[in-house]
């Protein structure tokens, strides 16, 4: 599986982005799909991560209520719509694919297929 992120740029404080990221190689429909980031000097973190069948949604607090991560799955895509955004939004944002659900999703680690990343820059 090969992925692709786009729609990262730059915004101000309070704006919106949506991130896009296509899956080639083979169908996602059966894997699970995320987004992670990398803030300068930080370690990359869990973002979002949405199931294959029941399409549940998780997030890390900080986005809960801001960020929303939707998948096509006949487009074998992946969206992450980020609202309200904040400067500690600024990082370079992945998606990621994995075969299989545990509860270890937040740790990349986990996760089998990764994007090249996008940057999301937020002026304050």
């Known amino acids: 599986v090969q992925l692709q992120a786009s729609g990262g740029g730059l915004v101000q404080t309070g704006g919106s982005l949506r991130l896009s990221c296509v899956a080639s190689?083979?169908?996602?429909?059966?894997?699970?799909l995320g987004w992670f980031r990398q803030p300068p000097g930080k370690e990359r973190e869990f973002v979002a991560a949405?199931?294959?069948?029941?399409?549940?949604?998780y997030y890390v607090d900080s986005v809960k209520g801001r960020f929303a991560i939707a998948r096509d799955n006949d487009d074998n895509m992946v969206y992450l719509d980020m609202n309200s955004l904040k400067p500690e939004d600024t990082a370079v944002y992945y998606c990621s694919a994995r075969f299989g659900w545990s509860l270890d999703y937040r740790n990349d680690e986990s996760w089998d297929y990764w994007g090249q990343g996008t940057q999301v820059t937020v002026s304050s």
């Open positions: 190689g083979r169908p996602v429909s059966n894997y699970v």
């Open positions: 949405i199931t294959s069948v029941t399409r549940n949604e």
